[in-house]
């Protein structure tokens, strides 16, 4: 199980550590003309590549790990992510910039297959506390990603000494992409060596009928074709939850880093890199400790429907204090105490928000129709996720972009949308079944 860890903390580290750095990066390469405003764009762009490329092919990476197992699948994407971090930090133009973020998309269909790992070697007594952690191991990683993605660009100009030549020159946010690439090609060389294989059918173990999930007819050891899960309503309603929380979520994701770059004078805060990669640190920390250590307590005493459906609530206000924080530091014309107070409140905002994804990946794991199909069922999901966070990047930086450029609602149009599609998040949310053991319990 460690070792399941261990290889979903590396999705983040590949993944995350361009935040911080990635609108200035745009902005050097040229391609805005010199406006600021049009970052948004192109930044959105990059981002939202790779999902679209992990939205094609992840269904088809999970629903392999269904016949030939979790394990050779789980290397491949690991072996992937490596080489388009080193393709990502030798990229000196846009167009190979995006290259490098599809070449990681294609070769990564890891999370949805590391879930139905971890489905298969737990049940319900355990299952709440292993996928607790999950979030936790991705709030590590977005921690440490932006913490180093963000001090180490630019290694010739903090530390000449050291970084000398004009390949650090040329190159110059090279460094955090190679240690993204060198931290997965361990992952890869460990798990290589010491990971085993957890598909029933793989390992002589006969699975069990049917996992205890929401009520679902279908009772088949063998993978259930995608067509069956598509018309099953039991698998879908969590699918759907669980793709529309990944829009929002990826949404108000992109935004962090952008509205904190963004300069003053257009109502962000103008923080520089190095800021916006401690901050996202911090985040990730406080976020992924309070997942690990009360999501448990907090879904046992309250159920799992009931968490999700008020965590989704938190969106609201967490959206809102965008705005504020725009007016604020415009009037003030600087970064001060309040703007520091907002910022601690909004990560409150984020730990409760995160809640949700604890529960709908025990939703999601749960509605599979049987161990057989966990591959098919989370590859499913995380197509849809890919699919969502393909189109956030995109649609909220070019939003973005676009409300300051010419002013919509105040420069406060991309809020206004975040906001109607949590109305909608809520509103499906309602739709979750009370999970079998939960009626019972009752």
Not at 39 to 57: C, K, M, P, R
Not at 141 to 169: C, D, M, N, T
Not at 170 to 175: G, I, T
Request: charged share 10%; hydrophobic share 50%; aromatic share 12%.
């Amino acid at each position: 199980m460690s070792l399941t860890y261990l290889a979903l903390f590396a999705e983040p580290i590949a993944s995350a550590y361009i935040f911080p750095f990635i609108n200035q990066l745009i902005g050097e390469l040229g391609v805005t003309g010199g406006d600021d405003r049009k970052i948004g764009y192109y930044a959105g762009l990059i981002e939202s590549l790779f999902f679209v490329t992990q939205a094609l092919t992840t269904w088809q990476w999970s629903r392999l790990s269904d016949f030939v197992g979790r394990r050779p699948v789980i290397l491949i994407g690991l072996l992937g992510l490596s080489l388009s971090n080193f393709a990502f930090g030798l990229s000196r133009t846009l167009s190979m910039l995006i290259i490098s973020r599809c070449i990681a998309g294609v070769l990564n269909g890891n999370v949805g297959v590391m879930k139905s790992m971890l489905g298969d070697i737990t049940d319900n007594t355990n299952m709440t506390y292993v996928f607790a952690l999950v979030p936790g191991v991705f709030c590590a990683g977005i921690s440490i990603a932006p913490l180093y993605g963000g001090a180490l660009v630019k290694p010739q100009e903090r530390w000449p000494h050291v970084f000398r030549g004009e390949f650090w020159a040329a190159y110059p946010y090279f460094l955090p992409s190679l240690i993204s690439a060198c931290f997965t090609l361990i992952v890869f060389f460990i798990c290589a060596a010491f990971m085993k294989e957890s598909l029933p059918s793989k390992i002589g173990k006969r699975p069990e009928p049917e996992i205890p999930t929401t009520e679902n007819p279908l009772e088949d050891e063998k993978p259930i074709p995608m067509m069956t899960l598509l018309k099953t309503y039991s698998v879908m309603i969590p699918i759907a939850n669980y793709g529309t929380l990944a829009l929002v979520d990826i949404g108000f994701f992109v935004l962090l880093p952008l509205f904190y770059s963004s300069p003053i004078e257009i109502g962000g805060l103008g923080f520089p890199p190095s800021t916006i990669g401690t901050a996202l640190a911090i985040f990730g920390v406080v976020d992924g400790s309070a997942q690990a250590f009360f999501a448990p307590k907090v879904i046992e005493l309250f159920g799992a429907r009931n968490v999700f459906c008020w965590a989704v609530y938190w969106f609201y206000p967490l959206i809102l204090l965008f705005p504020i924080m725009s007016a604020v530091v415009t009037a003030q014309g600087e970064v001060g105490p309040i703007i520091w107070v907002l910022l601690v409140l909004q990560l409150i905002f984020m730990v409760l928000v995160d809640l949700a994804y604890t529960v709908i990946f025990i939703f999601t794991t749960r509605a599979a129709p049987n161990k057989q199909s966990l591959g098919s069922t989370n590859g499913l999901s995380q197509s849809l996720t890919s699919v969502a966070r393909a189109i956030g990047p995109a649609l909220t930086t070019s939003l973005f972009a676009a409300s300051k450029e010419y002013n919509m609602l105040g420069g406060n149009l991309v809020y206004v949308v975040l906001a109607l599609l949590t109305t909608f998040l809520v509103t499906l949310s309602r739709r979750l079944p009370e999970l079998q053991d939960e009626d019972e319990d009752a």
